[in-house]
């Protein structure tokens, strides 16, 4: 009986280990190189860690071909920035997302394929430029997503807050940055700062906030971005 108990619990840990979801994160740069990438990737791996996920992490965009994203659940741009795929590898990213895989961008992800308009519409906008750190009052547009249900309202954050160009009109605004707040915006009332959406098959995730190596020691900021890659990973807290 005993031996037979071992031998279930093996075969449900493998049955575990097995359909525990895989999720890539991506952090190569041809542009500005964050010092927050490192932390980033560490902060995400923990999340992974306590929260059943499992994650890999690469700076080679020759993973960007059919086999290569095959296995993942998920895939992050981290602080990515500049031409980071070449035409082949960013017509497999697509099919992937046709396909229905998910993506999240996080801070310089905006910074990023400018010239690739396709990636333009999944990422939702594009950086235009930015004003020094500070802290700024962070409204919560949606305080019903896994990201941001946890925040106050207004939420009160320091970082480096991107402008935007060519805001997708079909975003689902979480977060928008109170100009009156701080110095330097450049969107007025209508500033998103973290969205969703559902876009040509597949699902994604924005957060513009992850630019400082103290943000991935922030409870609430690891909190915002567990709850996008669990929105994403279509998981619920």
């Known amino acids: 009986m005993k031996h037979l108990l071992i031998a279930i619990f093996a075969l449900q840990l493998l049955v575990s280990c097995k359909s525990q979801e895989h999720v890539l994160v991506f ?37 960007f071909s059919k086999k290569g994203l095959k296995p993942f659940d998920l895939v992050i741009f981290l602080n990515t920035t500049g031409d980071v ?44 430029n930015h004003p020094k750190q500070c802290e700024a009052h962070i ?40 100009e009156s707040s701080y110095e330097g915006g450049k969107n007025g009332d209508y500033h998103p700062i973290s969205w969703c959406q559902e876009y040509d098959g597949g699902r994604m995730f ?17 909190q915002h971005l567990l709850g996008g890659i669990l929105y994403c990973l279509k998981r619920k807290q």
């Not at 860690?49 to 992490?57: A, C, D, G, M, R």
């Open 27 to 63: 952090s190569k740069t041809e542009g500005f190189r964050h010092k927050s990438i490192e932390p980033g990737v560490a902060t995400v791996q923990k999340l992974g860690e306590e929260n059943h996920f499992k994650v890999t992490h690469t700076e080679n965009s020759n993973v």
């Open 139 to 178: 409204n919560v547009v949606n305080d019903r997503h896994e990201s941001t249900k946890h925040l106050k309202n207004p939420w009160v954050h320091f970082d480096e807050w991107y402008n935007f160009k060519n805001i997708s009109p079909d975003l689902e605004v979480l977060l928008t940055l109170d």
């Open 206 to 222: 924005y957060t513009g906030l992850g630019h400082t190596v103290k943000a991935y020691s922030n409870p609430e900021f690891k």
């Open 85 to 128: 795929l070449n035409a082949e590898q960013e017509e497999s990213f697509k099919k992937y997302i046709n396909n229905g895989g998910s993506f999240a961008g996080v801070h310089a992800a905006t910074d990023t394929e400018f010239e690739w308009p396709w990636y333009g519409k999944l990422v939702g906008a594009y950086f235009l």
